[in-house]
């Protein structure tokens, strides 16, 4: 069993940077790929990033490409998303992911969620 709790959301004005994290509680290095989703309110839950248990390989949706930037730790059983030049569109509640089937385009269903962490971009 996996559990995952994502931290450093928050408010920021549009153009800031954010750093959110999912901390795992157990082992996720080398097994799972792991994303991040978000949903915003009224809208369906949508793929943001995900990154392979091999941490070379990634995929981003195309909204947040060359913006946000995911990447893991797993010795510290841990996965980042570094968020630059946020936009108020990226206002949303943030989940992290683990066991997650991806392609090479998008990453869809997941075995393990989070609780979440709200980021909310002022314009």
């Known amino acids: 069993q996996v559990q995952l709790v994502e931290s450093g959301g928050g408010l920021v004005q549009a153009g800031d940077s954010l750093r959110l994290s999912c901390a795992a509680s157990g082992r996720i290095s080398d097994r799972y790929n792991m994303a991040w989703f978000r949903q915003a309110p009224g809208k369906e839950r949508e793929f943001v990033a995900g990154i392979a248990q091999i941490s070379t390989i990634t995929v981003y949706a195309d909204s947040v490409k060359g913006r946000f930037t995911i990447s893991r730790d797993n010795a510290k059983n841990t996965l980042y998303l570094q968020m630059n030049s946020l936009k108020s569109e990226d206002t949303a509640m943030y989940y992290c992911?683990?066991?997650?089937?991806?392609?090479?385009?998008?990453?869809?269903?997941?075995?393990?969620w989070g609780q979440g962490t709200q980021v909310t971009v002022s314009s």
């Open positions: 992911a683990a066991e997650v089937r991806c392609s090479a385009n998008v990453c869809d269903v997941a075995k393990y």
